[in-house]
């Protein structure tokens, strides 16, 4: 059964959007993750632990309590998403996620989009930013330094398709055509890609915010407005609303020649918009002048690990998913159940989802301690398979090896 902390802590209480409040001893809940999730969770654990001790001494401490989702969890209760690990999770409000196995093709759900919708997480935020030492493609990959908020909750993934040729897409195809003059196949399969002004606004308002508290330059909105103009148009037009709430801080890019003579004033963020696949270009050719990405669901999808596989790949990804009133922190990479039990994969994904955990808890000082540790190990010839086979002078280190010189580096 899943183990829980003697220790006693303390729930983090308070919200998002109004601040957290937040004990020094806080309960944190972890899901291991299925497949590889076992090994980059035991692999985790001990370097945020180290951050924390290393930043404030004994002062603050995390007491970890786990939950169970996924095969462990279906192993234990018969079921892969227990009511219980829900019930907690809106309880203890903060959780580190494995990754968690979901069938292509057919079987359950996803399980990653069921905590997204069921628990309300209607951002996905992503860091990118590049790790000196770490291989990349890109040329100058140091100008890469972004921060992607995908809206988790509508667009294609809110999951309302019907199979080709199912009784369910006839009816739908047939009413499409009967009663609003569409002209679709029969044998079509058909989706549908709801998205709404309320869920839009809120993830470009916390977009915003979050530029102007972490004085980003600008916010671009990526759509594929000139194509689907009711849905990802509106995004781009609510997006424009939402600046009106910050008078005077936020300016949409027009105004900077009109008002500004190209300048914007220090302190303020500058709303951009860009087409989705302007925007893949652009990322990659002039990657300095975009700082933080509202958009849907799946253009996010993409552009988050487009952006990944510039400074290292998805194994250097870190995510979470956070609503008003939950945040869970999660590997943006899959199970690879191949490597499971072999201490072999990258466990900087987690470790850095764990140090944007710390940040959310507003633990800078300990987050930032896993930051620059991560080239200083890479520096001293330590890195997993996934970078060692591109890294001169480089010996192939185990997960739990990687780890410890993440702790050993910590000054």
Same mark, same amino acid.
């Given at each position: 059964m899943p183990h829980h902390d003697l220790e006693v802590g303390e729930k983090v209480t308070g919200n998002t959007a109004e601040g957290l409040k937040v004990p020094s001893r806080p309960i944190i809940l972890f899901i291991e993750?299925?497949?590889?999730? #076992?090994?980059?969770? /035991?692999?985790? /654990?001990?370097?945020?632990?180290?951050?924390?001790?290393?930043?404030?001494?004994?002062?603050? /401490?995390?007491v970890w309590q786990e939950v169970l989702a996924g095969e462990k969890a279906f192993k234990h209760t018969r079921s892969y998403l227990p009511v219980e690990t829900l019930t907690a999770l809106r309880e203890y409000r903060v959780a580190l996620k494995g990754p968690l196995t979901t069938p292509i093709g057919g079987g359950f759900r996803s399980l990653n989009v069921t905590l997204r919708q069921v628990l309300d997480l209607y951002a996905c935020i992503r860091p990118v930013r590049y790790y000196a030492g770490v291989p990349s493609p890109m040329k100058e990959p140091e100008k890469i330094d972004m921060v992607v908020f995908r809206e988790n909750t509508e667009d294609v993934y809110a999951g309302l398709e019907w199979a080709a040729t199912s009784p369910e897409a006839q009816r739908l195809i047939n009413f499409l055509n009967q009663e609003l003059g569409?002209?679709?196949? =029969?044998t079509a399969a058909v989706g549908i890609k709801p998205m709404t002004e309320r869920c839009s606004k809120r993830l470009i308002r916390m977009a915003l915010k979050y530029a102007l508290d972490h004085a980003r330059a600008s916010v671009? &909105?990526? $759509?594929?407005?000139?194509?689907?103009?009711?849905?990802?148009?509106? @995004?781009?037009?609510?997006?424009?609303?939402?600046?009106?709430? @910050? #008078?005077?801080?936020?300016?949409?890019e027009a105004?900077?020649?009109?008002? +500004? $003579?190209?300048?914007?004033?220090?302190g303020k963020v500058v709303l951009k918009d860009r087409l989705a696949d302007n925007l893949f270009q652009q990322v990659l050719l002039r990657p300095e002048e975009y700082?933080? %990405?509202?958009? #849907?669901? &799946?253009?996010?999808?993409y552009i988050s690990d487009a952006l990944a596989a510039q400074v290292g790949g998805l194994g250097m990804a870190p995510g979470a998913n956070i609503g008003d009133n939950c945040a869970i922190f999660e590997a943006t990479h899959g199970s690879a159940p191949k +490597?499971?039990?072999?201490?072999?994969?990258?466990? *900087?994904?987690?470790? &850095?989802?764990?140090?944007?955990?710390?940040?959310?808890?507003?633990?800078?000082?300990?987050?930032?301690?896993?930051?620059?540790?991560? #080239?200083?190990?890479?520096?001293?010839? %330590?890195?997993? +398979?996934?970078?060692? /086979?591109? =890294?001169?002078?480089?010996?192939?280190?185990?997960? *739990?090896? @990687?780890?410890?010189?993440?702790?050993? $580096?910590?000054?």
């Open positions: 993750g299925d497949g590889t999730g #076992p090994d980059i969770w /035991r692999a985790t /654990r001990p370097v945020l632990d180290a951050a924390v001790a290393k930043a404030y001494g004994k002062t603050r /401490r995390i569409c002209s679709l196949d =029969l671009t &909105l990526m $759509h594929k407005g000139n194509i689907m103009k009711y849905t990802e148009g509106a @995004f781009q037009n609510w997006g424009y609303e939402v600046a009106l709430e @910050f #008078p005077e801080k936020v300016i949409p105004e900077l020649t009109t008002r +500004y $003579h190209g300048q914007a004033p220090p700082q933080v %990405i509202a958009t #849907p669901n &799946l253009n996010g999808d +490597y499971a039990g072999l201490d072999k994969v990258n466990p *900087s994904s987690l470790i &850095l989802s764990g140090a944007m955990l710390l940040e959310y808890l507003g633990w800078t000082e300990a987050a930032q301690l896993i930051h620059l540790s991560l #080239p200083r190990t890479l520096k001293a010839g %330590i890195a997993t +398979y996934d970078l060692a /086979r591109l =890294l001169p002078d480089t010996k192939e280190a185990s997960c *739990s090896t @990687f780890a410890q010189g993440l702790i050993d $580096h910590m000054v």
